[in-house]
């Protein structure tokens, strides 16, 4: 069979050079949408089943992120459900991934991805419980809706708690974290997700960037946007994602935050907090330091030893969705990072970070969210 390479699929991102030799397939990642972006792929690989491949990605020292390839194994599936680590390796700038398919018919990405039917699954599914709603609270810049999910009975005197993810599309990550938190939050044999509701309302945006997502970008929507450096003056012309959501919760109040990421480089998961804000006093600190132990002891996937560098006080750039949410509502609000390589604390030499992980982190933060929900 005749080799082909294809992405013109949702999430679909790859260039193809030359295909003449499989031990030499020549491919260049496609820039973001209107930006010099560039690092999410994702592509089919057909014929090539008892083959020896090497694909090489020749513009990947043009990546957003070089570090990122260092010790990172690309993912491959056959079905599009199991993402398996496949040999990989970094050198001149070209990231070489080297494996013989199975299957004359295989997937190759960045991380797994989390495509617009499965988001979509997600909200539906969700909002068929009687603890949760869905709601459209504005259109992207391509004229999609922007889905928000609230659980709970908007109690007044209840805490608002936020978390919204993938601001940056190709983290798919944080939608796979944020599949694991609703399944939990919508379990009413879950003691601990019941009492959490009976003390706070939580509202979600499970993915801030549909239209980068779909258009296979790492980090930017339709118009070359990055939406997390857009809290501080959003607009519907450019960020419509940010402007509607931000209005959201200016109309509901906030007690907590967290936006979920994905780190290219960092073979950790890890939290950015908002030491560097203004208004970072006494009682954030101590709210910082109590969430960051509880959830470590909950699930040690989270550590507090590798990270960011903390602002200095008053260093903080407020155009950052954490840090610009902190300072606004004066609440604990902070930036969850995961891998695309690994964590290095607990590795898996099969799977590397992987959906599993990111949905079992997501179902432990009701615990942690539980721990301090009646100090926010
Ligand atoms: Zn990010």
């Not at 560039?38 to 089943?49: E, I, N, T, V």
């Not at 909200?123 to 419980?129: K, P, T």
């Amino acid at each position: 069979m005749k080799l082909s390479i294809n992405s013109t699929f949702d999430a679909g991102n790859i260039e193809l050079i030359n295909l003449d030799n499989p031990r030499n397939i020549q491919l260049k990642i496609r820039k973001d949408t209107e930006s010099d972006f560039l690092q999410w792929f994702y592509f089919r690989l057909q014929g090539a089943k008892g083959q020896a491949c090497k694909l090489n990605l020749m513009n990947a020292g043009d990546a957003a992120y070089p570090e990122g390839w260092e010790n990172y194994q690309a993912r491959a599936s056959y079905d599009r459900e199991t993402w398996f680590q496949v040999s990989t390796e970094y050198n001149d700038s070209i990231l070489s991934i080297d494996f013989i398919p199975e299957n004359d018919s295989v997937y190759i990405a960045y991380f797994a991805p989390f495509s617009y039917e499965q988001h979509l699954d997600l909200v539906n599914n969700a909002q068929q419980s009687p603890l949760c709603s869905l709601e459209s609270i504005g259109h992207t810049i391509q004229g999609r809706p922007i889905d928000f999910l609230r659980i709970g009975n908007d109690d007044k005197d209840k805490k608002n708690l936020w978390i919204i993810a993938r601001q940056h599309p190709g983290e798919t990550m944080a939608e796979w974290f944020m599949l694991g938190l609703i399944s939990r939050l919508l379990d009413e044999e879950d003691a601990t997700s019941v009492s959490l509701l009976k003390k706070a309302n939580l509202y979600l945006v499970p993915n801030m960037n549909i239209d980068g997502s779909i258009l296979g970008n790492l980090r930017v929507n339709a118009k070359g946007v990055n939406l997390n450096r857009e809290w501080l003056a959003p607009s519907i012309e450019n960020s419509p994602e940010v402007y509607f959501v931000k209005q959201k919760m200016k109309e509901i109040g906030m007690d907590f935050n967290l936006d979920v990421h994905g780190d290219e480089g960092l073979p950790y998961v890890f939290i950015s907090g908002i030491e560097g804000i203004p208004s970072f006093d006494k009682k954030l600190n101590k709210l910082t330091d109590s969430f960051m132990n509880n959830w470590k002891t909950i699930n040690p996937d989270i550590q507090d030893k590798h990270g960011y560098p903390k602002n200095d006080p008053g260093t903080a750039n407020l155009m950052i969705c954490s840090k610009n949410l902190g300072e606004e509502f004066n609440c604990l609000s902070q930036t969850l990072e995961m891998p695309f390589k690994q964590n290095d604390n607990i590795p898996d030499l099969v799977y590397g970070w992987s959906p599993e992980r990111s949905i079992k982190l997501g179902e432990s933060l009701v615990a942690s969210l539980f721990s301090i929900v009646e100090d926010l």
